[in-house]
């Protein structure tokens, strides 16, 4: 069965840094493109950047420059270095895990960030 667990969230002052952390369990990481989302209170889930098996990125224009993902195949392990938080980045952040040629889609239980101003 294939688990994902976030870590890495809590309560950081506006200008702060975080990084959260996507373990995943029962699957060959290395062949899954992973993601993370976000959803704050009365939006729909957005995404915040998704990496590919290979390393390529891509970022939401909204956190382009502050957020940075990153994988350690080796440890199974994604990653989302966020720095120059602002309030409006307060949301659950959830990472999601997918393998289009085995239609296998896994979303983690999700891991609140709040920015305070």
């Known amino acids: 069965q294939v688990q994902l667990v976030e870590t890495g969230g809590g309560l950081v002052q506006a200008g702060g840094s975080l990084r959260l952390s996507c373990a995943a369990s029962?699957?060959?990481?290395?062949?899954?493109?992973m993601g993370w989302y976000r959803q704050a209170p009365g939006k729909q889930r957005e995404l915040v950047a998704v990496?590919?098996?290979?390393?390529?990125?891509n970022h939401a224009d909204s956190v382009m420059g502050r957020f940075t993902i990153s994988r350690d195949n080796a440890k199974n392990t994604m990653y989302l270095q966020m720095n120059s938080l602002k309030p409006e980045d307060t949301a659950i952040y959830y990472c999601?895990?997918?393998?289009?040629?085995?239609?296998?889609?896994?979303w983690g239980q999700g891991t609140l960030v709040t920015v305070s101003s």
């Open positions: 990496i590919t098996g290979g390393g390529s990125t």
């Open positions: 029962g699957v060959i990481f290395s062949i899954c493109t």
């Open positions: 999601r895990l997918e393998i289009a040629r085995m239609d296998l889609e896994v």
